[in-house]
């Protein structure tokens, strides 16, 4: 039976013990007899052994991440802190000079130990295990002795935490609990026939292997499934002996290659994060990239994979700060309507002293309110309280003083209110530009603006973790070209549309934006050219694309000349006001993206036609 494998996109599996053994075994090759240069610790996660070998220096990454935890060679470049944390320097201490003597690893097991030899304070040699633990939420770094007694970990666990295994200074080291499971090597033919038929019968194989065998996670089954030529969903009372016979044909090769280090590793870049594997990966779809060494696959994979996560993490942070901020601006605004509200008073107060003054006769003095006829209403009769402790025109004069002081807090409220809305405008159209991230360099411009703005602190969810190379230039705004060759360019976030709108546009290209919706700015560079109507559609098509209303059908889009777009005197980033507009319904289409095929602006515009019929 055919095999229908091939899912978009994937779900970022862990290191299983299949990869894992792979890389111990590649370590055992390639650390043997370096020498310790160097321990650092650039956070809290990650620790770098510099080691060298004859003509090479060799970095190694031990990482406890909880979502990226791992261990292998990198090329990558880290920052470190000013002062090392403590577990740096013991390590430093005890590592110091020394040299790699072993590295091990217990079958299919995601413990890695390392053997170092060194001096002890006295001169003598001494050795220590370094022991990487690589197991998720619960990985650790753990520092023993050649008595195994433990001198310290990257991270403590107290009895109250893990009343099975302390893991603290000056306790006896005890492995993480074994998986208890078969050891592939150890299944022939017969014991492998018997694991699949002493299964219930609906089980699947794939599930049976990642559950009952070391080292097979999901994915590794999966591969076995798909590698045995068999249906993904094919359950055990599905299999007969030929399929019971494929399948361990597929698991033996999995296994072997590992044993032998013929491996084939392989990375596939998903919509998300790479997916990655000892083999060519067939149960996954996406671009294939082939290694020469598994250490450089996990190096490839894991720094897209630490992109993808810090970059989540980042836009959860900045979109967490700006919902913040527009509860606070909401709040603040709601009080100003209310002064806003209670100042309209102020009017009321006028007429009562004018009523007052003009009809001070009618006033008898002690009273403390008095009936007068209100002229600006059809002579409609009014009641005004007075102060029977002064004279009528004083009781005038005061309401004149009431009316003076109501108007300025009118019109001081007017314009707190007016900020406000201002500002929460302003915070929503940031808002929108999160939402439409795609890239941590588009994170970090939005980032950078909202510390200029105030709202941030400096550094607040930047990561320091890695040494620049280079000053990285801003991103460039989005640029398309339209069926009829005209270049369009569309804004990021609201410094790129200050930039397009204010700097790069001319007076005659157009300008689009999503009618009272938070969105990009978008510019139709048309070098004094009419543009056709089709391009019109497109550039409202990318508006609306690039807006809030992404997902809603007949999203107005209003277009006019550049020359007819100002921005206020100290407007904020993004934010301007135009005039001389029309509008567009359209609905956006994903589609569009890749047909007028969105890149990085690159030298000069292009040419439009000549004729062209589109206007504003």
Not at 257 to 269: N, W
Not at 436 to 465: D, N
Request: net charge neutral; proline share 7%.
């Amino acid at each position: 039976m055919g095999a229908s494998f091939g899912l978009k996109g994937g779900m970022n599996m862990p290191i299983d013990g299949l990869v894992f053994t792979a890389i111990a075994q590649e370590l055992g090759r390639l650390l043997k007899s370096a020498r310790v240069q160097g321990v650092f610790q650039p956070s809290p996660h990650d620790l770098i052994l510099q080691m060298r070998q004859p003509g090479e220096t060799l970095r190694l990454l031990i990482s406890i991440d909880p979502v990226l935890a791992r261990v292998h060679l990198t090329e990558e470049e880290f920052e470190n802190p000013l002062s090392p944390p403590p577990f740096c320097l013991l390590l430093r201490k005890h590592l110091l000079p020394g040299r790699v003597v072993d590295v091990r690893q217990a079958p299919f097991e995601r413990v890695l130990e390392i053997i170092f030899e060194g001096l002890d304070d006295a001169g003598d040699r001494t050795r220590r295990r370094l022991i990487a633990e690589v197991m998720g939420r619960h990985s650790n770094v753990v520092l023993v002795d050649e008595e195994g007694t433990i001198l310290d970990a990257m991270r403590r666990v107290p009895g109250d935490v893990n009343r099975h295994r302390e893991v603290l200074p000056n306790r006896p080291y005890t492995p993480p609990p074994s998986q208890d499971r078969l050891i592939p090597s150890a299944l022939g033919p017969e014991e492998f026939d018997r694991l699949i038929r002493l299964v219930p019968s609906g089980a699947r194989p794939a599930k049976v292997l990642s559950e009952r065998v070391a080292g097979f996670s999901p994915l590794a089954g999966r591969e076995v499934v798909a590698r045995a030529g068999l249906e993904p969903d094919i359950c055990r009372d599905q299999l007969g002996a030929g399929e019971i016979e494929a399948l361990f044909r597929a698991f033996s090769g999995v296994v072997r290659a590992v044993e032998t280090g013929s491996l084939d590793p392989c990375a596939i870049e998903t919509d998300e994060a790479p997916e990655f594997w000892i083999l060519p990966l067939q149960t996954i779809a996406g671009r294939s990239k082939r290694f020469d060494s598994m250490n450089r696959l996990l190096d490839w994979t894991y720094r897209r994979r630490a992109a993808a996560e810090r970059f989540q993490r980042t836009k959860k942070a900045l979109s967490s700060l700006v919902d913040q901020h527009l509860r606070r601006v909401a709040r603040k605004s709601e009080l100003q309507r209310q002064e806003v509200e209670a100042a309209k008073l102020a009017e009321e107060y006028r007429v009562a002293g004018d009523l007052l003054t003009s009809y001070l006769h009618l006033v008898p003095p002690g009273t403390s309110s008095v009936e007068l006829p209100n002229f600006y209403d059809g002579e409609r009769p009014v009641v005004i309280a007075l102060d029977p402790r002064e004279s009528p025109a004083a009781n005038a004069q005061r309401y004149y003083r009431k009316y003076q002081k109501a108007k300025k807090t009118m019109e001081k409220a007017k314009e707190h209110l007016e900020a406000s809305l201002a500002e929460l405008e302003y915070l929503e159209s940031v808002k929108t530009a999160l939402l439409l991230c795609e890239a941590i360099s588009e994170l970090e411009e939005i980032e950078a603006e909202l510390e200029k703005g105030g709202y941030i602190e400096k550094s607040l969810t930047h990561e320091r973790r890695r040494k620049p190379s280079a000053r990285r230039e801003a991103p460039a705004p989005l640029a398309f070209t339209s069926s009829d060759g005209f270049r369009v360019l569309v804004g990021r976030n609201n410094r790129q549309n200050d930039l397009l709108t204010m700097e790069i546009a001319k007076g005659d290209d157009l300008w689009l934006h999503t009618k009272e919706i938070p969105g990009a700015h978008v510019i139709v560079q048309t070098r004094g050219k009419s543009v056709p109507e089709q391009t019109l559609v497109e550039a409202a098509m990318l508006a609306a694309y690039y807006s809030r209303a992404r997902d809603s059908a007949n999203v107005p889009v209003d277009y006019t000349f550049r020359r007819h777009v100002r921005k206020p005197r100290g407007a904020r980033p993004g934010m301007v006001i135009y005039d001389h507009q029309r509008t567009l319904f359209v609905t956006p289409d994903p589609g569009l993206i890749s047909r007028l095929g969105s890149a990085f602006p690159d030298e000069g515009p292009a040419n439009g036609p000549e004729t062209g019929t589109g206007r504003p």
